[in-house]
């Protein structure tokens, strides 16, 4: 990896920093960087921190091409492998719709929000916006949780609970809420009853 890394940067001090990188623990976090924190704690030139964003950024974009289009989105660990590359390993929530069609395949994702460090900011419109615009059958919310603990807050369960109402009331059903974490991921669905 370190050559890799030493060819990406270029330069003297791209093979010094590379292998820094490559002695780094926790590359996952590194390739969450911003350009001007790459710079700083691995002594890049702007250039070179440059293009290492970026190839991190492209590896991202390749996994995501990877995935088939379309996709049934009918458990919640495939929701999970669709997001978790983009979703781990930020420092604040995120709070996404996954629009499905009426065999649950997968007609778009759409962020819906972005909030801080401990909660996401999202309203019933902003997330059946989207999905009554663009004619979708059934709905799936996803968003992460910074700490890394996927297990669902209280909050997140009343954000369901109002989730289940509205989709009842314009008819397109919500059918999971996934919480996804460093670890893993948890189904609200799995611990609160959806219909009734």
Same mark, same amino acid.
């Given at each position: /990896?370190?050559?890799?890394?030493?060819?990406?940067?270029?330069?003297?001090?791209?093979?010094?920093?590379?292998?820094? #990188? %490559?002695?780094?623990?926790?590359?996952?976090?590194?390739?969450?960087?911003? *350009?001007?924190?790459?710079?700083?704690?691995?002594?890049?030139? =702007?250039?070179?921190?440059? *293009?290492?964003?970026? $190839?991190?950024?492209? %590896?991202?974009?390749?996994?995501? +091409?990877?995935?088939?289009?379309?996709? +049934? /989105?009918?458990? !919640?660990?495939?929701?999970? @492998?669709?997001?978790? !590359?983009?979703?781990?390993?930020?420092?604040?929530?995120?709070?996404?719709?996954?629009?499905? @069609?009426?065999?649950?395949?997968?007609?778009?994702?759409? *962020?819906?929000?972005?909030?801080?460090?401990?909660? +996401?900011?999202?309203?019933?419109?902003?997330?059946?916006? !989207?999905?009554?615009?663009?004619? $979708? $059958?059934?709905?799936? &919310?996803?968003?992460?949780?910074?700490?890394? @603990?996927?297990? !669902?807050?209280?909050? @997140? #369960?009343?954000?369901? =609970? *109002?989730? #289940?109402?509205? %989709? =009842?009331?314009?008819?397109?059903?919500?059918?999971?809420? &996934?919480? #996804?974490?460093?670890?893993?991921?948890?189904?609200?669905?799995?611990?609160?009853?959806?219909?009734?």
């Amino acid at each position: /990896m370190t050559e890799l890394v030493a060819s990406i940067v270029g330069g003297n001090r791209g093979a010094v920093a590379a292998g820094r #990188i %490559g002695q780094a623990p926790d590359l996952g976090a590194i390739a969450r960087y911003s *350009r001007r924190r790459v710079q700083l704690e691995f002594g890049l030139s =702007r250039r070179g921190a440059d *293009r290492l964003v970026a $190839a991190f950024a492209l %590896g991202r974009r390749v996994e995501r +091409s990877l995935r088939r289009p379309r996709a +049934s /989105m009918r458990t !919640p660990s495939l929701v999970n @492998d669709l997001l978790a !590359p983009d979703v781990r390993g930020l420092a604040y929530e995120t709070f996404h719709a996954l629009l499905l @069609d009426g065999k649950h395949r997968l007609q778009r994702v759409c *962020r819906v929000s972005e909030g801080t460090l401990t909660c +996401s900011l999202v309203h019933p419109r902003e997330v059946f916006g !989207p999905a009554l615009r663009e004619g $979708a $059958a059934a709905l799936i &919310v996803a968003h992460n949780h910074p700490s890394g @603990d996927p297990e !669902p807050s209280a909050e @997140d #369960i009343s954000v369901t =609970r *109002r989730l #289940i109402e509205a %989709g =009842r009331l314009v008819g397109i059903p919500l059918v999971d809420h &996934v919480v #996804i974490g460093e670890g893993g991921f948890v189904s609200i669905r799995e611990r609160i009853r959806f219909d009734a």
